[in-house]
């Protein structure tokens, strides 16, 4: 999976995230394998969670406006914003301002997930965090103001 649109959002060098590099590691090839997946909490110019799952060698990622949904019944709205490289799975720090997403990034949770399906309308997973445990499914919807990168995110 490329990772263009990540570099040419960002100047790496001043703004201290991890440089663009796709990896895939023998051992993550299995299916049976759980991958790793990180929720950062980002005060950028609007406070967000980005939900990040290594898929194919790089961490897909979804922006979600409101805290992650812990229990059933809440669905919250995940936007789809590119690929990051792996590394940032342990990133935290401040990006500069005038930079692309300025503001303070933590790791809010993070731990491994296991993959039960995925097509290119629903993703079914199992999380093993600190926070987040269980079954959670991401969902292609037509909501929002970019209803081709929508997805509901909630707890199965």
Request: hydrophobic share 35%; net charge positive.
């Amino acid at each position: 999976m490329s990772l263009k649109q990540y570099s040419k959002k960002r100047n790496l060098k001043k703004s201290g995230e991890p440089q663009a590099t796709a990896t895939i590691k023998p051992h993550r090839l299995h299916k049976a394998k759980k991958e790793v997946f990180v929720i950062h909490r980002h005060e950028a110019s609007h406070l967000h969670w980005d939900l990040r799952l290594e898929i194919d060698g790089v961490l897909k990622s979804w922006a979600i406006p409101k805290p992650p949904p812990k229990t059933k019944g809440i669905k919250r709205l995940a936007i789809e914003v590119e690929d990051h490289p792996l590394a940032y799975a342990k990133f935290e720090g401040i990006i500069p301002e005038g930079h692309y997403g300025a503001g303070k990034v933590e790791i809010w949770d993070s731990g491994t997930y296991e993959l039960l399906e995925k097509s290119s309308t629903k993703i079914e997973f199992k999380l093993n965090g600190k926070k987040m445990k269980g079954n959670f499914v991401l969902v292609k919807t037509k909501y929002g103001a970019k209803p081709e990168k929508s997805w509901l995110f909630f707890k199965v």
